[in-house]
């Protein structure tokens, strides 16, 4: 029997021989009085797809302008492989923008867009088209290249822009919210292509969102922003599992937010203290914590056990009333008051079809869950 090779995890940025691609150091960028970008130190990785996420206003779309060269520093510097690109205008920049709108000439094929910037370039003229038919074949486009934008859909007029985008071979490429003009069906599909195309290029994306299911999905890493700061920058596993802040705890995906008091308890174990007349919770956390400190207990709806009955041996267990279901098809949120009034959100995978389940409004219900299931926040 053959033995099976080991795949190689791609983690260049727990490399110390690796150097980053892009490095901001200390970047500042103020408009006036207001200052979009506050000292931003951030290392990005040679065939990384990254991703800047956050809410709008909170700077992700003015770094990504700065790396592109339509934006200057007010103070620091932006290197791309270790050359300060400050004073290098955008077009001489191995940089390319592919925008929301997709800015493709409507008067041109899709073969005559993905051709343009190159016929611009110093490409010799013999070696462009089969650079083209390169793109078409990446893409799956060959058989619309002798269309126009309007006769063909929204997904493939993405994949023509991101086809033009690659095709002067830039060591960088960056996507302004490149699905946001997508249906969610047709983006969740195109996030995919993205990947496989990232990945056969080896190019470096850089990815502006709000939206973080996409961070998530397509992110080899993201680095979460807020008022023009870096909040947390980790892999998609992390920033969910191990929020490093209550803003991106709650930032990210849904969460049940709960403050109270932490005491010492056996181990590296803490018994939280909330609620009156409610038992404290247990939580296992590395932090040291004096006695009493106020924390934030966060724990996913995904990570509570739901039951109609008293569960035996489980480390947390408090009862509630069913306020509210939320059916989602493949899973249900159900929404639990407690005596205390706090509600705490539960999910569970509806394998059974609804006639056979057994919770429903107005039950009486526990909720339980395990001393690892949640992470105590400090800040």
Request: hydrophobic share 40%; charged share 25%.
């Amino acid at each position: 029997m053959a033995q099976q090779q080991k795949k190689t995890v791609f983690e260049p940025w727990e490399d110390p021989s690796e150097k980053p691609i892009i490095r901001f150091k200390n970047v500042t960028k103020r408009f006036g009085d207001f200052t979009a970008i506050d000292n931003l130190t951030l290392d990005i990785y040679r065939r990384e797809f990254f991703a800047l996420l956050g809410p709008s206003g909170c700077g992700k779309t003015t770094l990504m302008r700065m790396l592109a060269g339509f934006e200057t520093p007010t103070s620091g510097s932006i290197l791309l492989d270790d050359k300060d690109i400050a004073a290098v205008p955008p077009n001489k920049r191995e940089v390319n923008m592919m925008f929301q709108s997709y800015a493709l000439f409507p008067h041109l094929t899709v073969y005559d867009n993905i051709a343009f910037g190159l016929r611009r370039s110093s490409m010799p003229k013999a070696d462009i088209p089969g650079r083209v038919e390169q793109m078409l074949r990446l893409t799956q486009l060959t058989q619309f290249a002798k269309r126009k934008p309007h006769q063909i859909s929204g997904g493939q007029r993405q994949r023509v822009a991101l086809a033009r985008s690659l095709a002067k071979a830039p060591k960088l490429l960056l996507l302004d919210e490149p699905l946001g003009a997508l249906d969610k069906k047709l983006r969740n599909e195109t996030q995919f292509e993205l990947m496989d195309i990232q990945e056969k290029t080896g190019t470096t994306f850089v990815i502006v969102t709000h939206d973080q299911e996409e961070a998530m999905t397509v992110a080899s890493r993201v680095a979460v922003m807020d008022q023009g700061r870096i909040v947390q920058v980790a892999t998609p596993d992390r920033i969910y599992e191990t929020p490093n802040s209550v803003y991106v705890a709650d930032f990210i995906g849904d969460v049940n937010l709960i403050t109270g008091k932490a005491y010492p308890g056996t181990g590296e174990q803490v018994e939280i203290h909330w609620g009156e007349a409610q038992a404290p919770i247990r939580a296992n956390t590395s932090k040291s914590l004096a006695a009493g400190a106020e924390v934030k207990f966060a724990i996913r709806p995904e990570k509570i056990g739901i039951a109609s009955e008293p569960p035996q041996d489980a480390a947390n267990v408090v009862q509630g009333k069913v306020l509210d279901i939320a059916y989602l098809g493949n899973i249900s949120t159900y929404h639990v008051e407690l005596p205390s009034g706090d509600v705490l959100k539960a999910q569970a995978t509806n394998s059974r079809r609804i006639s056979r389940r057994n919770i429903t409004w107005d039950d009486t219900v526990w909720l339980f869950w395990t001393d690892t299931a949640g992470i105590v926040l400090t800040e």
